[in-house]
């Protein structure tokens, strides 16, 4: 694809008024511009312009922020461009925030724009009416089950009749599960009982990948844990704060706290990595609610990546013997977000028999970021090309994730790079090595 940036004085909207303030300014104060975040920008790699850089895009906010650019034109096409993936923070000398200037950009263009009619529609049924309803999620995913049972996927994707848009969003879904959990009980512990955690099972996770969910819970009891289900929880509201959609953020938020607050946890779990450093966040975007901000403090305080807290809690460590050529793509939620890159690697070589094989660059997107592979296809495909080829060098057999969209991602990317792996998520692969001890 070719990138044309457009030239800064295309601009009419009201200045980044949003952008004006002491955080913001702070925020951008600590960018030195030494360039290191450079190379590790995917849209850079594809792109090679300094506007699709973040340093660049700090140079944008600080502009929109001076009253210097609007909020359309070269503001809103270069910071719509990035995928969130934080991997600048990672390489970062000074501590840069990115992710908070980032989240603070998307918020001021959703303030200043005022979207077409159909993006207003999709808007209220994806993020507001879906996503928030596990049963409607759940209904939706047994239309696309029947889809795929009857045969009309095949035809759909060889016939490729549909529009590109759709084409780019069909070819994202996974293959369905055939049933859900149940939810209405607390899942008990076996053998010794080392205390009550509480599992946030997801949206599109439990509706299109409730195999992971299952196997989640299921390694956590037999590490001693008894899983509980908090009635009442939502979204994490990662899909919502992507979009901007800041204030509906903070609603799922509330939402989410409130319901973990039945009873004293050991934990609440989460199994997404995206889902995760959304969650991990609550504190910070609930700062200024006189009702919310100390419970939003505890819920962080206890908060833990299901690899996290089974790094620190494998109190039975599997046995069963797999033999695979595996190799691990990160979360980049889970690595430059929440700063998790041990604890998967370390869970993975616990298995006897797998034989662990590095990225040359894991710590590159995979270009799903959230809906980033439905709303920029075109880039999320080169960014993904690239990713396969560093999988493709490995010759693994197993490709293990830690994060819904990076599963979804990679099932469409072994399909598209004519790879020959299996995509699991790291608990499957754990729990696959508990159900072999147990048959031997």
Same mark, same amino acid.
């Given at each position: 694809?070719?990138?044309? &940036?457009? %030239?800064?004085?295309?601009?009419?909207?009201? !200045?980044?008024?949003?952008?004006?303030? +002491?955080?913001?300014?702070?925020?951008?104060?600590?960018?030195?511009?030494?360039?290191?975040?450079?190379?590790?920008?995917?849209?850079?790699?594809?792109?090679?312009?300094?506007?699709?850089? &973040?340093?660049?895009?700090?140079?944008?906010?600080?502009?929109?922020?001076?009253?210097?650019?609007?909020?359309?034109? !070269?503001?809103?096409?270069?910071?719509?461009?990035?995928?969130?993936?934080?991997?600048?923070?990672?390489?970062? %000398?000074?501590?840069?925030?990115?992710?908070?200037?980032? #989240?603070?950009?998307?918020?001021?263009?959703?303030?200043?724009?005022?979207?077409?009619?159909?993006?207003?529609?999709?808007? $209220?049924?994806?993020?507001?009416?879906?996503?928030?309803?596990?049963?409607?999620?759940?209904?939706?995913?047994?239309?696309?089950?029947?889809?795929?049972?009857?045969?009309?996927?095949?035809?759909?994707?060889?016939?490729?009749?549909?529009?590109?848009?759709?084409?780019?969003?069909?070819?994202?879904? %996974? !293959?369905?599960?055939?049933?859900?959990?149940?939810?209405?009980?607390?899942?008990?512990?076996?053998?010794?009982?080392?205390?009550?955690?509480?599992?946030?099972?997801? /949206?599109?996770?439990?509706?299109?990948?409730?195999?992971?969910?299952?196997?989640?819970?299921?390694?956590?009891?037999?590490?001693?844990?008894?899983?509980?289900?908090?009635?009442?929880?939502?979204? /994490?509201?990662?899909?919502?704060?992507?979009?901007? #959609?800041?204030?509906?953020?903070?609603?799922?938020?509330?939402?989410?706290?409130?319901?973990?607050?039945?009873?004293?946890?050991?934990?609440?779990?989460?199994?997404?990595?995206?889902?995760?450093?959304?969650?991990?966040?609550?504190?910070?975007?609930?700062?200024?609610?006189?009702?919310?901000?100390? $419970?939003?403090?505890?819920?962080?305080?206890?908060?833990?990546?299901?690899?996290?807290?089974?790094?620190?809690?494998?109190?039975?460590?599997?046995?069963?013997?797999?033999?695979?050529?595996?190799?691990?793509?990160?979360?980049?939620?889970?690595?430059?977000?929440?700063?998790?890159?041990?604890?998967?690697?370390?869970?993975?070589?616990?298995?006897?028999?797998?034989?662990?094989?590095?990225?040359?660059?894991?710590?590159?997107?995979?270009?799903?970021?959230?809906?980033?592979?439905?709303?920029?296809?075109?880039? =999320?495909?080169?960014?993904?090309?690239?990713?396969?080829?560093?999988?493709?060098?490995?010759?693994?057999?197993?490709?293990?994730?830690?994060?819904?969209? /990076?599963?979804?991602?990679?099932?469409?990317?072994?399909?598209?790079?004519?790879?020959? =792996? #299996?995509?699991?998520?790291?608990?499957?692969?754990?729990?696959?090595?508990?159900?072999?001890? +147990?048959?031997?």
């Amino acid at each position: 694809m070719t990138h044309q &940036p457009v %030239p800064l004085a295309a601009t009419s909207r009201t !200045p980044a008024n949003a952008l004006d303030n +002491d955080h913001i300014r702070d925020l951008m104060g600590q960018c030195i511009h030494c360039g290191l975040c450079l190379t590790a920008c995917p849209t850079y790699n594809v792109f090679h312009t300094e506007m699709d850089s &973040p340093r660049g895009r700090i140079a944008l906010i600080g502009a929109a922020a001076d009253g210097r650019i609007g909020l359309d034109g !070269p503001f809103e096409e270069h910071i719509e461009l990035c995928l969130g993936c934080r991997a600048c923070e990672t390489a970062c %000398p000074s501590g840069v925030q990115y992710g908070m200037l980032y #989240e603070a950009a998307r918020s001021a263009i959703e303030e200043s724009r005022t979207p077409s009619r159909f993006e207003r529609a999709a808007r $209220w049924l994806g993020l507001r009416q879906l996503m928030p309803h596990q049963g409607r999620l759940r209904l939706l995913a047994r239309a696309m089950k029947l889809y795929q049972l009857t045969g009309i996927q095949q035809v759909v994707r060889s016939l490729k009749f549909l529009p590109k848009n759709l084409q780019d969003m069909e070819a994202l879904l %996974p !293959p369905l599960p055939d049933a859900y959990p149940d939810y209405s009980q607390p899942a008990p512990a076996i053998g010794e009982k080392r205390g009550d955690v509480a599992f946030l099972y997801g /949206c599109v996770q439990d509706a299109f990948m409730s195999g992971v969910n299952t196997a989640s819970v299921r390694v956590l009891q037999r590490n001693g844990y008894e899983v509980h289900f908090p009635l009442l929880q939502t979204c /994490c509201g990662a899909a919502q704060l992507h979009s901007g #959609e800041h204030a509906l953020t903070q609603d799922l938020a509330r939402s989410n706290i409130a319901a973990c607050r039945d009873r004293d946890y050991v934990a609440i779990i989460s199994n997404a990595g995206g889902c995760g450093a959304t969650l991990k966040q609550y504190d910070h975007l609930l700062a200024d609610d006189p009702h919310y901000s100390n $419970w939003a403090q505890e819920f962080v305080a206890k908060l833990k990546d299901i690899n996290e807290f089974l790094a620190d809690h494998l109190h039975n460590p599997p046995t069963g013997q797999i033999d695979a050529r595996i190799t691990y793509v990160d979360s980049c939620h889970l690595r430059h977000g929440q700063k998790i890159v041990r604890q998967p690697r370390q869970l993975i070589q616990a298995i006897p028999g797998v034989e662990l094989i590095e990225l040359n660059q894991p710590d590159m997107c995979c270009g799903s970021a959230g809906i980033y592979n439905i709303v920029q296809p075109e880039t =999320a495909n080169q960014i993904l090309d690239a990713k396969m080829t560093d999988v493709a060098q490995t010759h693994a057999t197993t490709i293990v994730t830690a994060n819904t969209g /990076c599963h979804m991602q990679m099932i469409y990317g072994v399909r598209k790079a004519n790879i020959e =792996a #299996e995509v699991i998520h790291l608990v499957e692969l754990l729990d696959r090595s508990y159900f072999k001890a +147990d048959a031997a």
